[in-house]
């Protein structure tokens, strides 16, 4: 059955619970620490969890008996180094094992475990149920002390929020209904936001993005968000393509199966949008979303038209599969010419990121040294890994055919996520810093705190290190 009201389902398991009575006591034990701490527990405890196997390994997780029948308190296993370094999220492979309960911490754990581990727990929580129901998990945490538990909330609710973009199928997620999602965010932040559809897009000058969208029944669109009044200037750009089918240049069976997903980038610059808007940074946010379908029709742009673009800039269509550069140029343009401080732009733009660094990694580009170790040193810190690509100057050449002045997929497949990545940067020339994220928006199998579907990539760890990033 279809339920409207999974997001406020996802928004109570992803919350701290509110009362400290009763709450069962949580200890964290590293696998280094275990035999020591078994020698302080009295022989009845030790002998008990001897009897369950419980040795400190990573995620393992066991509840105690109490005097009354109930649980009296609660252990889990930290691991070693090794399998902490091969995880990501210990607080959500121990929530998914713990019993029901209201748990608080009760290890002293630095502030950067204890909010990974908490953000974790928070994580766990997140479900897609929309169409079918889906049970969650019944263990609580009382908000340990020492975390900042609504900046955690705000950046579990904008991974819900690109999780459940991205996982609603192209039936339901079309340009009108990301264009409602848009307005929803807006509304919910007193954000304002201005959407140019249909011909519109011609008479204002989005020829690439109209292009694009011409061939489906639901119109394109740019979705133009705008929020926060002083502060350094930060544009965000999704590609929002609702569905991909490749267009002329038709994808194969496989390779369209999961195409609902390529408007992973307009989700996770919505996701963060929220994260940005819900924690008050100081800046003017913008976040523009090319939203179309890459569809089949009569009036589908084709393979070797050449498409003038809002820039000016000429383009032979070598693919039509090669859209969301496409898209995403025009947007660029407008952004551009803001000059803000900085522009971010995340895709779900090639295969060959995926082949080159797999589905967890998220691959990125930055102009300058600077932005590049700022997210680096974020990503580590909040455990959502990402992978420096190179603008590479020498490859200039593969994206200029001859006959326009650039070509939308160079023949050969030759470095595909950098070729793509040079086509955006020749649309951002008045800004100095731009970033672009290449991502996969998708989790292709059930990991603690991260389901198979779709899933945030690199935006908890641009939310870290905007603050500083912006402040340079
Ligand atoms: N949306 C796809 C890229 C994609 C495919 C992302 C699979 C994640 C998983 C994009 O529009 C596309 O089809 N790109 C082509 C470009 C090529 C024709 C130059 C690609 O990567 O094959
Ligand atoms: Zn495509
Ligand atoms: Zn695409």
Same mark, same amino acid.
């Given at each position: 059955?279809?339920?409207?009201?999974?997001?406020?389902?996802?928004?109570?398991?992803?919350?701290?619970?509110?009362?400290?009575?009763?709450?069962?006591?949580?200890?964290?034990?590293?696998?280094?620490?275990?035999?020591?701490?078994?020698?302080?527990?009295?022989?009845?405890?030790?002998?008990?969890?001897?009897?369950?196997?419980?040795?400190?390994?990573?995620?393992?997780?066991?509840?105690?008996?109490?005097?009354?029948?109930?649980?009296?308190?609660?252990?889990?296993?930290?691991?070693?180094?090794?399998?902490?370094?091969?995880?990501?999220?210990?607080?959500?492979?121990?929530?998914?094992?713990?019993?029901?309960?209201?748990?608080?911490?009760?290890?002293?754990?630095?502030?950067?475990?204890?909010?990974?581990?908490?953000?974790?727990?928070?994580?766990?929580?997140?479900?897609?149920?929309?169409?079918?129901?889906?049970?969650?998990?019944?263990?609580?945490?009382?908000?340990?002390?020492?975390?900042?538990?609504?900046?955690?909330?705000?950046?579990?609710?904008?991974?819900?929020?690109?999780?459940?973009?991205?996982?609603?199928?192209?039936?339901?997620?079309?340009?009108?209904?990301?264009?409602?999602?848009?307005?929803?965010?807006?509304?919910?932040?007193?954000?304002?936001?201005?959407?140019?559809?249909?011909?519109?897009?011609?008479?204002?000058?989005?020829? #690439?993005?109209? &292009?694009?969208?011409? /061939?489906?029944?639901?119109? =394109?669109? %740019? !979705?133009?968000?705008?929020?926060?009044?002083? +502060?350094?200037?930060?544009?965000?750009?999704?590609?929002?393509?609702?569905?991909?089918?490749?267009?002329?240049?038709?994808?194969?069976?496989?390779?369209?199966?999961?195409?609902?997903?390529?408007?992973?980038?307009?989700?996770?610059?919505?996701?963060?949008?929220?994260?940005?808007?819900?924690?008050?940074?100081?800046?003017?946010?913008?976040?523009?979303?090319?939203?179309?379908?890459?569809?089949?029709?009569?009036?589908?742009?084709?393979?070797?038209?050449?498409?003038?673009?809002?820039?000016?800039?000429?383009?032979?269509?070598?693919?039509?599969?090669?859209?969301?550069?496409?898209? #995403?140029?025009? &947007?660029?343009?407008? /952004?551009?010419?803001?000059? =803000?401080? %900085? !522009?971010?732009?995340?895709?779900?733009?090639? +295969?060959?990121?995926?082949?080159?660094?797999?589905?967890?990694?998220?691959?990125?580009?930055?102009?300058?040294?600077?932005?590049?170790?700022?997210?680096?040193?974020?990503?580590?810190?909040?455990?959502?890994?990402?992978?420096?690509?190179?603008?590479?100057?020498?490859?200039?050449?593969?994206?200029?055919?001859?006959?326009?002045?650039?070509?939308?997929?160079?023949?050969?497949?030759?470095?595909?996520?950098?070729?793509?990545?040079?086509?955006?940067?020749?649309?951002?020339?008045?800004?100095?810093?731009?970033?672009?994220?290449?991502?996969?928006?998708?989790?292709?199998?059930?990991?603690?705190?991260?389901?198979?579907?779709?899933?945030?990539?690199?935006?908890?760890? %641009?939310?870290?290190?905007?603050?500083?990033?912006?402040?340079?």
């Amino acid at each position: 059955m279809a339920d409207k009201n999974s997001k406020s389902a996802n928004a109570k398991a992803m919350s701290f619970a509110h009362s400290d009575q009763g709450t069962i006591k949580l200890t964290l034990v590293s696998k280094d620490e275990f035999a020591g701490w078994l020698e302080s527990l009295s022989g009845g405890d030790a002998g008990w969890i001897k009897s369950t196997g419980f040795k400190g390994g990573y995620g393992q997780a066991i509840a105690m008996p109490g005097d009354d029948g109930e649980i009296g308190w609660a252990v889990a296993g930290m691991g070693d180094e090794r399998a902490r370094s091969r995880n990501r999220f210990l607080g959500a492979k121990v929530r998914s094992v713990l019993p029901a309960g209201v748990y608080s911490l009760a290890s002293d754990l630095g502030t950067e475990q204890l909010t990974d581990f908490s953000l974790g727990w928070l994580l766990e929580g997140y479900r897609f149920d929309r169409y079918a129901k889906k049970s969650r998990p019944k263990a609580e945490l009382v908000r340990p002390n020492g975390v900042d538990s609504a900046r955690l909330e705000a950046v579990a609710a904008g991974e819900a929020l690109a999780r459940d973009l991205i996982n609603t199928p192209a039936s339901d997620m079309g340009p009108d209904e990301l264009e409602a999602a848009a307005h929803a965010l807006a509304e919910e932040h007193a954000a304002t936001i201005e959407v140019v559809s249909g011909d519109d897009l011609l008479s204002q000058t989005f020829p #690439l993005v109209h &292009a694009v969208g011409r /061939a489906s029944t639901r119109k =394109p669109r %740019l !979705i133009d968000i705008r929020w926060g009044s002083d +502060g350094p200037m930060l544009t965000l750009v999704g590609k929002g393509v609702c569905f991909d089918t490749g267009g002329l240049n038709l994808k194969p069976t496989a390779s369209m199966a999961l195409m609902k997903k390529d408007m992973g980038g307009s989700a996770n610059v919505l996701g963060l949008a929220h994260m940005i808007m819900a924690s008050g940074m100081q800046c003017q946010l913008r976040v523009l979303i090319p939203a179309v379908e890459n569809s089949v029709a009569g009036d589908a742009f084709r393979p070797g038209d050449i498409l003038t673009s809002r820039k000016g800039l000429t383009v032979e269509i070598n693919n039509t599969d090669a859209e969301g550069r496409l898209v #995403l140029a025009d &947007a660029l343009t407008f /952004a551009d010419a803001d000059e =803000p401080d %900085l !522009i971010i732009s995340m895709a779900t733009l090639t +295969g060959a990121a995926r082949v080159a660094v797999g589905a967890d990694l998220a691959p990125y580009y930055a102009t300058t040294q600077a932005d590049a170790d700022a997210v680096e040193t974020a990503a580590s810190h909040v455990a959502d890994p990402v992978w420096r690509m190179p603008f590479w100057e020498p490859y200039e050449k593969m994206i200029e055919p001859g006959i326009a002045d650039l070509d939308n997929a160079p023949k050969g497949g030759f470095a595909g996520s950098i070729t793509a990545a040079l086509f955006l940067r020749r649309f951002v020339t008045e800004t100095p810093r731009y970033m672009h994220f290449d991502i996969y928006g998708w989790c292709p199998s059930n990991e603690p705190g991260r389901p198979k579907g779709g899933v945030g990539q690199g935006i908890r760890a %641009l939310f870290e290190a905007l603050p500083g990033m912006l402040s340079k």
